[in-house]
Nanobody, 119 residues
Framework: QVRLVESGGGLVQAGGSLRLSCAASGSIFSINAMGWYRQAPGKQRELVATITSGGSTNYADSLKGRFTISRDNAKNTVYLQMNSLKPEDTAVYYC?????????????WGQGTQVTVSS
């Protein structure tokens, strides 16, 4: 079984910064892509950013320049540095990972961490 645990969410004023972390644990052989998604109230879950095991990144166009995704493969951890936060960034942020187990490959989600940006 694989578990993803996010941390680092909270309340911040507009213009501030937060750093989210997501650590994967369990019977992991290796991890392919990891990513962050978010879901605001009344809206669908949307892509924030992804990063491959080799470090290639992909961002939602609207977030380029403010958000930075990174990962530590040795720790099975992905990070999301969020700068110049805006009230519209308020959402639950979810971590996702594509994990190779001993005999199969599957995608896993974390439980989510709330980010609230006040104006």
């Amino acid at each position: 079984q694989v578990r993803l645990v996010e941390s680092g969410g909270g309340l911040v004023q507009a213009g501030g910064s937060l750093r989210l972390s997501c650590a994967a644990s369990g019977s992991i052989f290796s991890i392919n892509a990891m990513g962050w998604y978010r879901q605001a109230p009344g809206k669908q879950r949307e892509l924030v950013a992804t990063i491959t095991s080799g470090g290639s990144t992909n961002y939602a166009d609207s977030l380029k320049g403010r958000f930075t995704i990174s990962r530590d493969n040795a720790k099975n951890t992905v990070y999301l540095q969020m700068n110049s936060l805006k009230p519209e960034d308020t959402a639950v942020y979810y971590c996702n990972a594509g994990v190779y187990l001993s005999s199969n490959y599957d995608g896993y989600w974390g439980q989510g961490t709330q980010v609230t940006v006040s104006s």
